[in-house]
């Protein structure tokens, strides 16, 4: 077969996705220890990449769209559970290769409480110790989907429990309570790591761990070895080899770093996890996870160079959980040839993956407002729906003001304040701090321990507002952020959802403010069009938040827009209620 290189493709944005839309065929054979992360490395098949090249992308996708599974029964679950939707009848069919049936028992999904989803009772017993009797949507459809096999790709909103939804059906099969279930419970018996969860960053990281804690309780919370960048390696090697783990979870390059030395053995893991899957594709991380794809769950004595076996043989030995609030075709594409049924998952739809159209998840989805461009696909989805978006125009100068009010007129009691540039960071914590609201700043730079620190400050309620940089963007979990403020815009959609996705989590309230300039408008509406939600715009007169209606200011001049701009930006600075009663009058009328 021959082998597939990536041809890079950039995206808007700053994230840069592996060209996974474009790809050549390379006969020639490359060096895999340092080459690039390849579509063969995600378990790209020889024909589909041969079809691809011929440019008969839609005909091999409609073919395989149209296979029909012979046991697949049609769903007939309520409208509360989840559905498997039937696949796209469309044009003609190019058969591939005939795949074993996907059997999906669809009335496990609608379960209510976890010891409804057959876990083991001694895992039902820990969950309710912490207070967790309820799954989520998304778990209630991950975890029997998990346990039945399959490779999957989970997108959910963010905040919508997505690390328990894979983490529990781990614990079912590695563990204390899987080894207690099957009587096997002699510490010396264990076969190493069996599981290796990967995340973009050391607070993500850090966070899985802490999940994973939780439910191991401090008797087995040795269990589970952090790997992540910034911490002392010798030590994460010490603890290895000391405790034996079962789990891991870490950063792709300290993983592979440790991974290379020979100090951390995954041959026999069942599990690889991907936890912001789109973004450990980027650019960013194709060497390290290039090396973790390759060596994760694969036998030595299962010859990866074999090319006649295939990269299905050798792919069947580990089962991959994909796991991201965006999911961009790109991943559907190269997930979707995995040998184990790989299946998308979503709050309630478990779909197959190759009958995910190529315009992407959302296309299934019941929002047909979304832009087909890549970059949107998922972004919709990927909204905690109790969240309601604005944006107020305010001039660069005064945006950390605005920001001020705005907490004032929204009682924001926990906000997370996105910059682009992390100089700036510190200036606005510095302009916060001389208005009395306690703030911090939290970026890449600062130490581990001082982002320890702030973090957990920031959580416990000592600061009121964090000043973050993309860093916070993807996984933080703070439960009572209420309000994320954008003070500059984020560079796309999904950029704007993993920000947004900061506060309303696990179905709470929050608001999100974008400040822009009012040369950026344009940015805010195309944001609205592409995520199809409404973004209003607002502004604070008087410590209160005032929505402009949508008809005013479309059928305001922008004579009239001027005016009204300058009018606030003079009473802004004079304090002037008169003018802002002005202004408020021309608004309404
Ligand atoms: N079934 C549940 N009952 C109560 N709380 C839960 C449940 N599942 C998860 N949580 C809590 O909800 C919060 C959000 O979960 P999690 O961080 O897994 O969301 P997520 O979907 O991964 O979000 P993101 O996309 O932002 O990473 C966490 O604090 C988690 O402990």
Partial sequence: MADVDLEEELVPGSTQYFGLFRYKLNLSSYDRESGPLTLTSLGFRGQELEATENKDTTLETTGKRNRTYKNEKPSSVSSEAPKIIPKAVTGAIKPVKVKAPLKIDS??????????????????????????????????????TILQNHDVVIQSYTGSGKTLAYLLPILCEVGPFANKLSGEEDPDKRIGVEAVIVAPSRELGMQIVREFEKILGPEDKKLVQQLVGGANKSRQEEALRKNKPSFVVGTPGRIAEISATGKLHTHNCRFLVLDEVDELLSFNFREDMHRILEHVGRRPGAEPHNKAKGPLVRRTERRTILVSATVPFSVIRA?????????????????????????????L??????????????????LPPGLKHYYCVSKLQHKVDSLRRCVHALDARSVIAFMNHTKRLKD???????????????????????????????KNGELRVLVTNELSARGLDVAQCDLVVNLDLPTDSIHYAHRAGRAGRLGRKGSVVSMCEESEVFIMKKLHKQLGIPIQKCDFP?????VFKEETIKEMSSEAAARINLILALALEKGNEKLLQERKEIVKG
């Fill in 428 to 458: 606005a914590v510095f302009k916060l701090e001389a208005r009395g609201i306690t703030a911090a700043e939290l970026h890449g730079d600062l130490g581990k321990l001082a982002r320890s620190t702030t973090l957990k400050k920031f």
């Fill in 335 to 363: 997930a979707s040839s995995w040998g184990r049924d790989p299946v998308l998952v979503r709050a309630k739809t478990v779909v197959p993956l190759e009958s995910v159209p190529a315009a992407g998840p959302d296309t």
């Fill in 107 to 144: 009335t496990l999904f609608s379960a209510k409480t976890f010891s409804e989803l057959n876990l083991p009772s001694m895992l039902i017993a820990r969950l309710e110790r912490v207070g967790l009797t309820v799954p989520t949507d998304v778990q209630s459809t991950a975890i029997p």
């Fill in 365 to 382: 989805s019941k929002n047909p407002t979304n832009s087909s461009s890549t970059i949107t696909q998922g972004a919709a989805d990927s």
């Fill in 542 to 546: 008087e410590g209160k938040l005032s």
